[in-house]
């Protein structure tokens, strides 16, 4: 499997992650990933989609001897920081892998006890697919569990976004934004996700929490939103030119008119999808896409490999378990080795205008007061 363009970018999110993003946010959905994982002795263990190594790291803690875990992750600078903070463990107990899971696994059927991913799935065109793969290279009563964020996650900003288009009569901007919204499942969807991948004792678990941010500035160039969902935001307004800009600045002006002193809170929720991969495999049925059955085959035998070995605060909503004593991994963040240099971005994303330093307010033709003409 190719790896993901290294770019100066992804370089500089690996550095920040474990400071900026981890604690807040892939921490929270991967609490209640861990919480209820039971690993066998001698188990083999895959963690898809592992960033810096969480929560591969502090699986292997809980691990004996002789269990062996892979990680992948489609970011060789993310796994650069994963092998560093693993130290002399990299290479014996736990492996880490560049490797997309946008279509396939690399991997024979009814390989691992555990395949586990924290927050991969959101980032895939075809989540219920993939969710199928990882059903497919667990064993025969293995386990498979996933986080990912569901409906309503961003609600706040989703809610300012959609008024802005509205008033300024935004028709293919909103069918966009409709579009998008979409991409976040409800709880029964990942239900119908693991009936279709034919496990047993499947559940849906829930839980929630919210981030403030002081400022619209703040909210916008906070590593988690930066990083994360605003390239896909900036796509719905069109991605370049003064129809982004103009967009964004009213944005901004909204999230700072109704917030004013208070800070924006922004509901975070979290889904957390498990099962058991049955010990008899199920009939095949049919599937409602039309797609002939419910089991999808596996890569050609050839692909296969077989395995052998911010200044943002964080606001508790609803604690959904006693918080443990686990410790998590070394959040220290080592130079990228120079044997791998990043390649520049082909097309940088545009910065917006209304969050720069001294930005003056926009007067443009159509526009009064200094508001922007969307």
């Keep these: 499997m190719t790896a993901a363009k290294r770019t100066h970018k992804h370089e500089k999110l690996a550095r920040i992650y474990d400071d900026e993003i981890l604690p807040i946010w892939s921490h929270r959905f991967g609490r209640l990933l ?209 129809e982004l800009q103009d967009v964004f600045w009213a944005i901004k002006q909204a999230i700072d008119a109704y917030f004013g002193e208070r800070a924006f809170q922004i509901t975070v929720k979290v889904g957390c999808v498990r099962g058991t991969k049955p010990l008899t495999p199920p009939e095949p049925k049919p599937r409602e896409d039309g797609q002939g059955t419910g089991s999808r085959a596996g890569p050609a035998d050839e692909d296969l490999i077989s395995v052998n070995t911010g200044e943002v605060e964080v606001l508790e909503v609803r604690p959904a378990w006693p918080e443990s004593s686990e410790t998590s991994a070394s959040s220290d963040s080592p130079e990228i080795d120079e044997e791998s240099k990043p390649e520049p971005c082909d097309e940088p994303e545009e910065e917006l205008e209304a969050f720069k330093e001294g930005a003056p307010p926009r007067s443009e033709e159509g526009s009064e007061g200094g508001k922007p003409g969307v």
């Design 34 to 242: 861990l919480r209820d994982i039971d690993v066998p002795p001698r188990a083999m263990v895959l963690d898809v989609a592992c960033g810096t190594g969480y929560p591969a790291l502090e699986m292997l803690r809980r691990l004996d001897d002789q269990s062996r875990l892979i990680a992948i992750d489609a970011s060789s600078a993310m796994l650069d920081m994963a092998r560093r903070k693993a130290g002399d463990l990299s290479g014996k107990r736990v492996f880490f892998r560049t490797e997309t899971i946008e279509t396939r696994l690399s991997f024979t059927d009814d390989v691992y006890d555990l395949v586990v991913c924290n927050l991969g799935l959101s980032e895939l065109p075809q989540p219920a697919r993939a969710f199928r793969e990882f059903v497919r290279v667990a064993k025969p009563g293995g386990k498979v569990a996933c986080t990912l964020p569901l409906a309503g996650t961003w609600g706040e900003f989703y809610d300012i976004y959609r008024e802005v288009l509205v008033k300024h009569d935004k028709v293919a901007m909103l069918e966009r934004l409709d579009a998008h919204l979409k991409l976040f499942p409800e709880p029964e969807e990942l239900e119908r996700w693991s009936e279709d991948a034919g496990l047993v004792d499947a559940r849906v678990e829930l839980d929630e929490f919210a981030l403030l941010f002081r400022s619209s500035r703040e909210f916008f160039f906070a590593p988690v939103v930066e990083y994360g969902p605003l390239s896909s935001w900036k796509e719905i307004a069109g991605s370049k030119g003064q």
